[in-house]
């Protein structure tokens, strides 16, 4: 059986972590004077209310977890972090709608980026703060983040960290999790604070510095102007957000060996990162091309726009410098392979990420092999190790599920009289955790309001299945999960 009163216990633990993110949203609304700064204090109030309710529930619960306990915990506090963040939007007034608001925080959560709010700008400092927090601790992840600051705090958290963790093979850096952990998260810090850092240099205020920086390296998306880093009209500041956005799209363990370890050849020989560099690459030329011939652009603005754009999508940040639903539809189609691939898994990108796409084209590789050589055994190698057989299974369902959850969503999208290309794109960019949409009625620069509520509540579903990569929520709603043996 499911223990349930550890579950209650870790929940209601996790949320003096959201409580303490609300303080700090608070004192930033009380530096800049702003009006919802009691919206805040009372989502403070209902948090620390539910914690001390949940702590009473789950009190005398063994601190020991089983892989049920992890999967459930860690979907059941993504939705529970989201319904308690919508609050303050709500409370204060400027997004009436629970609908809407929800969204808004999942997908700040989820570091998807799409927003339904129209004049971002309208929005008092401290609910701006909270959207770009939203992102940044949902960035490397909720659990992960208890992980790192209160290991203890979380029984089981090696279950815990392969519920939430993206990609198909889990990497440590060292044997204990809680050092790893600490490890990614001082890597998190160097990247947020030094693309903060060049921001400010750049001619940023210290608060568009810091609320684009979390932003950034979060591969978030959220802003704090309505013409996103357009507003800024600078090419330092374009090619300092592209240069991070690569940057943040990269396992962090890779990171580690190269800043930490100092191990170059090893971090360019990775097959991943080499991937992710070509489409990044490809994509980039073929936009540029694009845009000098078609579309009369000089060289220096096509390509500072489309390595922008490119870098983007696949890093599924979704900041955007220019309007690309304005450009020739032909480069829809390379935008649309970065929003699926995303960036590399161990990163705080979405996407299917590029490790299986890898994996993908090595496994078609070796079937050709196989047709030629039917009874020869051709293991499927990755930086010089065998993928296990299991994890081929693995990427096959995931990708299954990822393909069938996009079409049910384009469906449902269908019939509610979404036009077809923003169906099909809205429902990758949330499965994708991208943020922005291709089509006529809602462009990559335009937010989801006028989206019906029932599309809203499944494009916060995908959010959350694309995020936690659909298996560790589907599994929930299977019997098995539930029976007792």
Not at 445 to 469: F, N, Q, V
């Amino acid at each position: 059986m499911i223990n349930f009163k550890l579950v209650y216990k870790v929940i209601g633990s996790l949320l003096f972590i959201e409580a303490a993110m609300l303080v700090a949203c608070a004192i930033v609304s009380f530096f800049y004077r702003g009006d919802d700064i009691m919206a805040f204090v009372i989502t403070i109030a209902v948090t620390l209310l539910a914690t001390v309710l949940l702590k009473y529930k789950g009190y005398g619960a063994e601190n020991s977890m089983g892989r049920r306990e992890a999967y459930l915990l860690v979907t059941v506090i993504w939705v529970v972090f989201s319904a308690i963040g919508a609050l303050p939007f709500v409370i204060s007034g400027y997004m009436p709608s629970f609908t809407d608001a929800f969204l808004e925080t999942m997908s700040g959560f989820t570091t998807t980026g799409a927003t339904v709010i129209d004049d971002v700008e309208a929005l008092p400092h401290g609910l701006l703060f909270w959207r770009s927090l939203t992102h940044w601790i949902g960035g490397l992840g909720i659990m992960f983040f208890t992980i790192a600051i209160l290991p203890s705090l979380v029984g089981g958290s090696v279950k815990v960290f392969s519920a939430e963790a993206t990609g198909p093979i889990k990497s440590k850096m060292h044997p204990r999790l809680s050092t790893t952990a600490k490890w990614i998260w001082a890597i998190y810090l160097i990247l947020t604070a030094g693309c903060a850092g060049c921001f400010y240099l750049f001619g940023m205020d210290v608060f568009d510095s810091i609320n684009y920086s979390m932003s950034i390296t979060a591969t978030g998306g959220f802003a704090t102007h309505n013409s996103s880093i357009a507003f800024f009209d600078s090419a330092a500041i374009d090619y300092t957000a592209a240069i991070f956005m690569i940057l943040s799209g990269i396992n962090f363990s890779l990171l580690y060996l190269l800043m930490f370890k100092g191990k170059v050849k090893s971090f360019m020989k990775d097959t991943e990162l080499r991937f992710y560099l070509m489409v990044i690459s490809l994509s980039t030329l073929f936009i540029t091309y694009i845009l000098v011939t078609r579309s009369g652009s000089s060289v220096a603005d096509a390509f500072r726009n489309a390595l922008f754009q490119v870098t983007s999508f696949i890093s599924t940040t979704g900041l955007f410098n220019t309007d690309a639903g304005t450009w020739p539809h032909i480069t829809w189609f390379a935008l649309t392979v970065c929003m699926v691939f995303g960036s590399c898994a161990g990163s705080t990108s979405g996407g299917i990420k590029c490790i299986r796409g890898a994996m993908l084209l090595k496994i078609i590789r070796n079937e050709f092999k196989h047709i030629i050589h039917p009874r020869a055994i051709i293991p499927v190698k990755l930086n010089g190790g065998n993928i296990p057989y299991q994890s081929q299974v693995t990427l096959l369902v995931f990708l299954a599920l990822y393909g069938a959850s996009c079409l049910a969503a384009f469906f449902c999208f269908q019939m509610m009289g979404i036009e077809s290309t923003n169906a099909i794109t809205i429902a990758i960019s949330s499965a994708s955790n991208v943020g922005p949409a291709l089509g006529g009625e809602i462009g990559p620069t335009m937010s989801w309001s006028s989206l019906p509520d029932a599309a809203k509540w499944i494009c916060s579903a995908l959010m959350l299945m694309g995020r936690l990569e659909f298996l560790s929520v589907i599994v929930l709603f299977t019997r098995s999960f539930w029976k007792e043996n």
